[in-house]
């Protein structure tokens, strides 16, 4: 048995062959030498990346499926404890009192044989006397027999049993208490015998007794010409083609003599097919279990989960490069064969990263029970079911044990020798020439190249967020890809000014691997966490702007009960008279629309379907629109022209510009105006004016003969927020829809989902782990290094600064990375949907940059204050 002299690290008993070793016997060495070298205390905290990645993406995970039910939760939900329900949309609605149909249906339930149906009520449009004004939906059923066991809890009281009294649902959003009164629909009283917690909403409903329906006043339809109820059978799902009769039958009687409506008359023709086509049984609900935010949020975790495991592992092989390469030139030295000595501190490497990962998924998953239970409890709702625990366990150690395999067998390619080399050298150029690294290059020049193509190619593509976020992953690969030549971009620009300077730059070419494995993790985690924040912020700013009130402040739009296009009732008229508003000034809009209510004439704006309103005077308009028209605004409403909301699509931007107007009705264009002269008006959004475009005098109107309304809202300008509340109150007290009554209300804040949150907080967490894990790994792999030069006279501080200034450049370089993947998909997003507005949320960025850099910053003193010379000498 031979040896190179200066042979270090070897004891007596390693087991150096004397002749070559079967590919079975390199095998075995190779793992037995990856056992000793697993023993390395130094490795096992560097993967300390690997479990924080591991945990939180199966953290993660749990958190996102308690946030989706299964379909049995679904139809726990829409059937409770039965297994089939027909009826709700087949065309068949109740006005208030109507007891015949349901009688009926009962008679042929029974006669069927489906004894154990039950026939639930639903109304959509009950009024609470309340102002502002506010629907709320009814429900009635035999609820003492418990039908929906899974949704409705009872909190206090009784169920309703009898005609006339109620339970209400989510208390804490409609105060009630039972033994009170509650009063809706103008005079319609209900006795409160208890209150119920649904645990598959927020907001109040109103749960019937048995008959309420029946017992209701049929002159409600007078004041409440909407309220209506529609219905539900539900049974065990036995019998399913003569319960379907059964409806089929009541319907058919139901719709004899009624108006000629789009639904009777199918029900009059067919009544079968119209009531076959609502049957829902378990068994499809529980076929589709709603779409988990896993898959309606991609950049929320499959992409994450990808990636970060991916980066986390490549950062140990990256931050234990050099030691690897000590390891294998001493192996190599003492006449073990270079794969088998390459292959051995990757197999440890790789043992500890799968560890880790296992470990880090275990206490991922106890996390996730912790922040499920959370959640369920904050949202009292059920959360969706972990019955997949094993899927992204075995794909996060799939990616851990392919990117482990993959890294293991670069560094068993590897060329380079330690020996006759000065330590730090750079070893760039030499790992450049060999045809290996050459060809290594090459390829992923062209894995770049094709990455960056896919994503110009799919930015093209994006309509959704879901697709922005897949855009998102996309990037973060090109980017990863170009990793090495960013790498070599920053140690052309720091400078050498200066000896702590040129160690920076110098340590940092030296070790090459381990900082662009560093960057490459920080800019993975970075790029997902902003991105995510930046897209948040841009869904709620798109909300936001979406959402705006019914009129303007000090504006009241009295409209008709359909639509708030139509006309207002004289009994609305004489109410709002009544109510001390008569003064007030009132200006009559009228939309540019006329004949069938379903399909009718109306005039816009050429090649847009926006449609047009009309005033009698410049005044006027400035009533509806809240706006001082300037003279230039009021010269064309005079000159026959049109002023266009200033955020219409299209909307005219220069002085003198002239448009055409177009007739038609549905998609058929009838006819087009000469040109008119047209300006921009800028007006704050408000949703009555939902769907159109501008405005323009009615005299204009009637003299290009455009179909026109002959009545339309009146709008009533200067009115207190205390008279309008009184006004909807006088409407509700006249037992009249308050729903005609349009006051301001300003609209709530948008309030993300609950899962985008979860993502978003999970997404910022890993990033500052990350930072954490990835600093200390880094600062303790180059303690050895830091100790040399304070063994050769450099002061403490001096190698602190040098430490401290290599993370800095790193996370800054991560950080403009991090922000350009951030931001990209955002501005497409924007650019290729109407109507998205582009927000990035620059202070939120920059606490969450500040945030990583003191978590950088603390890692750092942390791990390098304990620096001695002692450690020099034991090095």
């Known amino acids: 048995m031979t040896?190179?002299?200066?042979?270090?690290?070897?004891?007596?008993?390693?087991?150096?062959?004397?002749?070559?070793?079967?590919?079975?016997?390199?095998?075995r060495?190779?793992?037995?030498?990856?056992?000793?070298?697993?023993?390395?205390?130094?490795?096992?905290?560097?993967v300390a990346l690997v479990f924080v990645a591991a945990l939180l993406v199966m953290a993660m995970f749990v958190t996102l499926r308690t946030l989706s039910l299964s379909g049995e939760q679904v139809a726990d939900d829409e059937l409770g404890r039965f297994?089939?329900?027909?009826?709700?949309?087949?065309?068949?609605?109740?006005?208030?009192?109507?007891?015949?149909?349901?009688e009926d249906l009962r008679t042929r339930l029974r006669a069927a044989g489906a004894t154990d149906a039950e026939v639930v009520l639903s109304a959509t449009d009950v009024q609470l006397n309340t102002t502002p004004a506010r629907n709320v939906t009814a429900l009635?059923?035999?609820?003492?027999?418990?039908?929906?066991?899974?949704?409705?809890?009872?909190?206090?009281g009784r169920w309703p049993s009898r005609p006339g009294e109620v339970a209400v649902t989510e208390p804490r959003d409609v105060p009630a208490k039972a033994g009170e009164t509650l009063t809706v629909l103008g005079d319609v009283r209900l006795e409160v015998v208890g209150t119920v917690d649904d645990r598959s909403a927020d907001t109040a409903n109103l749960l019937l007794g048995p008959g309420t329906w029946a017992t209701l006043d049929p002159g409600l339809s007078q004041g409440f010409p909407v309220l209506a109820a529609q219905m539900d059978v539900v049974w065990s799902g036995e019998r399913q083609e003569a319960v379907v009769d059964a409806f089929a039958g009541a319907a058919r009687t139901w719709a004899e003599g009624r108006d000629d409506s789009e639904d009777t008359a199918a029900l009059r023709q067919d009544a079968r097919t119209a009531v076959t086509a609502t049957l829902v049984t378990r068994e499809q609900l529980s076929a589709r279990p709603q779409k988990t935010w896993i898959e309606k949020t991609p950049a929320g975790y499959t992409v994450p989960s990808l990636l970060v495991p991916t980066a986390a592992v490549a950062l140990v092989f990256g931050m234990n490069g050099r030691r690897f390469r000590r390891t294998t030139?001493?192996?190599?030295?003492?006449?073990?064969?270079?794969?088998?000595?390459?292959?051995?501190?990757a197999l440890a490497a790789l043992a500890w990263s799968l560890a880790a990962a296992v470990c880090g998924a275990v206490a991922g998953v106890a996390v996730g029970m912790g922040a499920r239970l959370l959640i369920s409890r904050l949202r009292e709702r059920p959360g969706g079911p972990l019955d997949d625990l094993a899927a992204p366990a075995l794909r996060l150690l799939a990616v851990v044990l392919v990117t482990g395999l993959i890294a293991g067998a670069a560094l068993a390619r590897t060329r380079q020798r330690e020996t006759g080399r000065p330590p730090g050298a750079?070893?760039?150029?030499?790992?450049?020439?060999?045809?290996?690294?050459?060809?290594?290059?090459?390829?992923?020049?062209?894995l770049a190249v094709a990455a960056w193509c896919a994503t110009a190619v799919y930015a093209t593509r994006v309509d959704s967020p879901a697709q922005a976020m897949v855009l998102t992953g996309i990037m973060i690969a090109a980017v990863l890809l170009t990793i090495p030549e960013v790498f070599a971009g920053l140690l052309r620009l720091l400078p050498e000014g200066g000896p702590r300077r040129r160690l920076v730059r110098r340590q940092l070419a030296a070790d090459r691997a381990r900082a662009c494995a560093a960057l490459g993790v920080l800019t993975v985690l970075l790029g997902a966490s902003l991105g995510y924040v930046t897209l948040l912020d841009t869904l709620i700013r798109t909300v936001e702007k979406q959402s705006y009130p019914a009129v303007l402040p000090g504006q009241v739009?009295?409209?008709?009960?359909?639509?708030?296009?139509?006309?207002?009732?004289?009994?609305?008229?004489?109410?709002?008279?009544?109510?001390?508003?008569?003064?007030?000034?009132?200006?009559?809009?009228?939309?540019?629309?006329?004949?069938?209510?379903?399909?009718?004439?109306?005039?816009?704006?050429?090649?847009?379907?926006?449609?047009?309103?009309?005033?009698?005077?410049?005044?006027?308009?400035?009533?509806?629109?809240?706006?001082?028209?300037?003279?230039?605004?009021?010269?064309?409403?005079?000159?026959?022209?049109?002023?266009?909301?200033?955020?219409?699509?299209?909307?005219?931007?220069?002085?003198?510009?002239?448009?055409?107007?177009?007739?038609?009705?549905?998609?058929?264009?009838?006819?087009?105006?000469?040109?008119?002269?047209?300006?921009?008006?800028?007006?704050?959004?408000a949703e009555w004016r939902t769907g159109s475009d501008g405005i323009m005098l009615r005299a204009t109107a009637t003299a290009l003969d455009l179909p026109i309304q002959a009545r339309g809202p009146v709008m009533i300008t200067g009115v207190s927020d205390k008279k309008a509340h009184a006004l909807q109150q006088a409407v509700i007290d006249a037992g009249m829809d308050a729903g005609a009554v349009l006051i301001h209300v300003e609209p709530d804040d948008p309030v993300p989902p609950a899962a985008l949150l979860a993502t978003a907080v999970g997404l910022v967490a890993l990033a500052l782990a990350a930072v954490l894990a990835a600093t200390r790994s880094q600062t303790r792999i180059l303690r050895r290094y830091l100790a040399r030069l304070i063994a050769v006279g450099i002061p403490p501080r001096w190698a602190r600064q040098v430490l401290l200034c290599q993370h800095a450049a790193l996370i800054a370089v991560s950080t403009l990375l991090g922000l350009m993947i951030a931001v990209f998909p955002t501005v497409v997003l924007a650019a290729r949907i109407s109507g998205f507005v582009l927000s990035v949320p620059w202070w939120q960025l920059a606490v969450l940059a500040a945030a990583i850099y003191f978590a950088a910053l603390l890692a750092a003193v942390l791990s390098a204050h304990r620096l001695r010379v002692t450690e020099a000498r034991s090095a």
């Open 557 to 685: 739009l009295l409209a008709g009960y359909g639509s708030d296009t139509h006309p207002p009732s004289k009994a609305l008229l004489r109410t709002a008279d009544a109510s001390g508003l008569d003064g007030l000034p009132r200006t009559e809009v009228r939309f540019l629309m006329a004949g069938d209510p379903d399909n009718p004439l109306m005039a816009g704006r050429e090649g847009q379907y926006g449609s047009l309103l009309a005033a009698n005077h410049p005044r006027d308009v400035e009533r509806l629109t809240g706006r001082r028209l300037d003279p230039g605004q009021t010269s064309v409403l005079r000159d026959g022209g049109v002023l266009v909301w200033s955020h219409a699509a299209d909307a005219p931007t220069a002085p003198d510009t002239r448009l055409r107007l177009a007739v038609r009705q549905g998609d058929k264009v009838l006819g087009r105006t000469a040109a008119l002269p047209a300006a921009a008006l800028d007006v704050d959004p």
């Open 329 to 345: 030139t001493s192996l190599v030295s003492v006449g073990v064969s270079r794969t088998t000595a390459a292959a051995a501190p």
């Open 426 to 446: 750079d070893d760039s150029a030499s790992r450049a020439d060999r045809p290996s690294g050459g060809r290594a290059r090459d390829a992923r020049h062209l």
């Open 3 to 27: 040896h190179e002299p200066g042979t270090h690290g070897r004891t007596t008993g390693d087991p150096i062959p004397s002749v070559p070793l079967t590919y079975g016997g390199r095998v």
């Open 29 to 46: 060495l190779a793992f037995r030498l990856a056992l000793r070298l697993a023993r390395s205390k130094a490795l096992a905290r560097s």
């Open 140 to 156: 009635e059923t035999a609820w003492p027999a418990r039908p929906y066991p899974e949704r409705y809890e009872l909190l206090s």
């Open 83 to 102: 297994g089939a329900k027909v009826g709700y949309g087949s065309g068949v609605s109740l006005l208030p009192g109507d007891d015949t149909f349901v």
